[in-house]
């Protein structure tokens, strides 16, 4: 499973400082920040700071503290979002992209936290199904 990463990725600039994020949340091994086109009223980025081209990487590659800094991000940025419903939030959908059949615009892992309003079906059928 060999992945090039490719350093010059729009996500690997922002963690160079090259350009800037609306930052909701920086931990020793993630970034979070909010998505530049929502497509929810909730719509933020989770983002690994090592060179993680996607989910299956990151699980092969990452150290056990990579895993469980940038876990813990996602639920810390959940809870500080007010979203959980173990909290009495309403909710939210977690999806990591990869690759072309997971439509993956850049390549390097994110999670996308969306939430802000009942997001409908998991998936929407396409015109040739
Ligand atoms: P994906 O299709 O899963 O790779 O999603 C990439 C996401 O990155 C899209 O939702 C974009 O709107 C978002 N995005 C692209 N450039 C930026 C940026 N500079 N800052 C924040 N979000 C971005």
């Known amino acids: ?15 160079r400082g090259e350009i800037p ?11 979070a920040f909010h998505d530049i086109a929502p497509q ?4 933020v980025l989770v983002i690994p700071k090592g060179a993680y081209v996607n989910a299956d990487h990151f699980a092969a590659e990452a150290s056990d503290a990579e895993i469980a800094d940038y876990t ?3 639920g810390k ?18 999806i990591a992209n990869s690759g072309d059949a997971g439509v993956q615009e850049v390549p390097h892992l994110h999670v996308h936290i969306l939430g802000g309003k009942v997001l409908g079906r998991m998936l929407q059928r396409t015109p040739a199904e």
């Not at 499973?1 to 963690?15: C, E, W």
């Not at 994020?21 to 970034?31: F, G, P, Y």
């Not at 940025?77 to 977690?94: F, K, N, S």
């Open 72 to 74: 813990r991000a996602i």
């Open 77 to 94: 940025v959940c809870a500080d979002l007010g979203i959980c419903p173990g909290d009495g939030g309403a909710g939210y959908r977690l």
């Open 40 to 43: 929810a009223p909730v719509h």
């Open 1 to 15: 499973m060999p992945y090039d990463y490719d350093r010059t990725n729009i996500f690997a600039r922002i963690l």
């Open 21 to 31: 994020c609306r930052k909701v949340l920086e931990t020793a091994h993630a970034l």
